[in-house]
Structures are given as C-alpha cells and as structure tokens.
C-alpha cells in the first residue's frame, strides 16, 4: 500500500510537470502571435528594451521589476526572429544606453534571427520606399 501511493505521487508530480512547460510553451506562443506591426514610411519603433507601457513587442523572456525610477528590465539574452511580412524592406536597430550597436537591414520576405544580449534595445525603422509590415517574436537561447 505504501508503495502504490509512492507510485501514485511520482505519476501525479511529473504529469502537473509536463502540463505545466507545455501550457507555458503554448502560452507563450500565443502571446506572442499578437506580435504584428504595421509601420509608415520613415516610422520608427521601439519593439523592446524600455519597459511596460513603452515596448511594442510581447518578450516572454523579459522580467520587469519596479522600481522608484519606473521599471528595469532584468531580461536574459535571447533571440529575436523579425519576419518581414510586407513588400518593401526596412531596418532594425540594436541600441544600449543611447548607442547604437548595429542596424541590420531586412529585405522583403526575408526573416532574420538575432541574437538580442540583456539590456539592449530593439527598434526597427521603416523605409522611405513604402509601409513595413513585420512580426517579431522572441526565442529562448538554450532551445
């Protein structure tokens, strides 16, 4: 008897286990399918990196503590995945306290995958040549 309910506990442990990194998972995907962009020309946005209220873009991977200065960002590195959904190109800009690390462009059908360190900032930029339509999601690093 005091083996089966042993049996019985390990079953139920593993299986709220599983249920609980799948629903995540799924959570998070869903999340993040409301990650869609529309930009005019020369229109500037930021996607993540300054905090509630003021990213565009859903990180699953960020975690924002308050504070009495408004919010910090304590994120992990992880990746962001821009999938160009529009006809014409634009850029992203990858910036840290006010600097400009580096700008990628993306072309038309194109998708690019970059490696977004903790703490940087994530904007894109649309083009003078026409409206940028985009999805961005975000990946954790270890997967």
Do not use: H, W
Request: proline share 3%; glycine share 6%.
């Amino acid at each position: 008897m005091r083996y089966s309910f042993f049996i019985i506990l390990l079953m139920v442990f593993f299986s709220c286990t599983e249920f609980f990194e799948n629903t995540e998972m799924e959570l998070n995907e869903e999340v993040q399918s409301l990650n869609k962009f529309d930009l005019e020309p020369l229109e500037s946005y930021l996607m993540f990196g300054k905090g509630p209220g003021q990213d565009g873009a859903i990180n699953p991977y960020a975690n924002y503590i308050k504070s009495n200065k408004g919010y910090l960002i304590s994120s992990k590195d992880c990746y962001s995945i821009i999938e160009n959904l529009g006809t014409s190109g634009f850029s992203i800009r990858i910036q840290k306290d006010g600097r400009i690390i580096k700008t990628i462009p993306i072309k038309k059908n194109e998708t690019k995958k970059i490696l977004l360190d903790a703490g940087n900032e994530l904007y894109t930029d649309a083009s003078f040549e026409g409206r940028a339509k985009f999805k961005v999601t975000f990946e954790d690093v270890s997967l």
